[in-house]
């Protein structure tokens, strides 16, 4: 049991860089999943309907819970995100998506991307370095970025993009040094709580 440690190893401004960062960590994979983990808010109608163009199926629901305001029954978001009017969606603001996909959804899904926080996340399996004492862990290893954040759980927002790899859950800083490194970058902070 236990979350993986999560390493922050670039920032940008600019969500493209990013995301092609990620892109170079996630090339450096021994193994890797081919299914990819997507998630955004959505602030506005605009950001709403470029996401539902991109994942038609996604699970889409309000960001914090509601309550009926008589019955204090919890308020499920339950609109047709295809056929539901823009003044339906915008009462329901802000809402976030979440979907599993097969890897190759990821730059439609990153020009979709507003000013809401949003992440991808890809699994896989650093290789063995037995040099350096560092072997890869499946469960725990993966590659991040983190859209209008500075937080790996994306729950806070930033003007910039922020690029993770995540590691075993005792953490392995030398690996993480190796990897920012292999991308031009650096290790820019403590490890924070991965999945």
């Not at 009017?85 to 976030?96: G, H, W």
């Not at 992440?119 to 499946?138: N, Q």
């Not at 290893?141 to 690029?163: E, I, K, L, M, Y």
Request: charge should be negative; proline fraction near 5%; hydrophobic fraction near 40%.
């Amino acid at each position: 049991m236990g979350n993986s440690k999560a390493y922050p190893v670039h920032r940008t401004p600019d969500r493209f860089e990013a995301y092609r960062r990620a892109r170079q960590l996630w090339a450096l994979f021994a193994w890797h999943d081919d299914e990819v983990e997507l998630g955004a808010e959505m602030t506005t109608v605009g950001d709403f309907r470029r996401m539902v163009a991109v994942l038609p199926d996604g699970l889409y629901d309000h960001v914090s819970m509601r309550e009926d305001p008589e019955t204090g029954e919890c308020l499920w978001f339950d609109l047709d995100v295809r056929a539901a009017a823009d003044t339906d969606i915008a009462q329901e603001l802000p809402l976030d998506v979440y979907q599993r996909v097969p890897t190759g959804f990821e730059e439609d899904f990153v020009r979709a991307l507003g000013r809401g926080p949003a992440s991808i996340c890809w699994e896989g399996r650093w290789p063995d370095e037995p040099e350096a004492g560092s072997f890869g862990v499946r469960k725990y290893d993966g590659v991040q970025v983190v859209f209008n954040s500075d937080h790996a759980d994306w729950d806070r927002t930033a003007d910039f993009h922020t690029v993770y790899v995540h590691v075993t859950k005792f953490g392995d800083l030398g690996r993480a040094q190796r990897l920012a490194a292999a991308i031009g970058g650096a290790v820019l902070g403590e490890a924070e709580l991965g999945w």
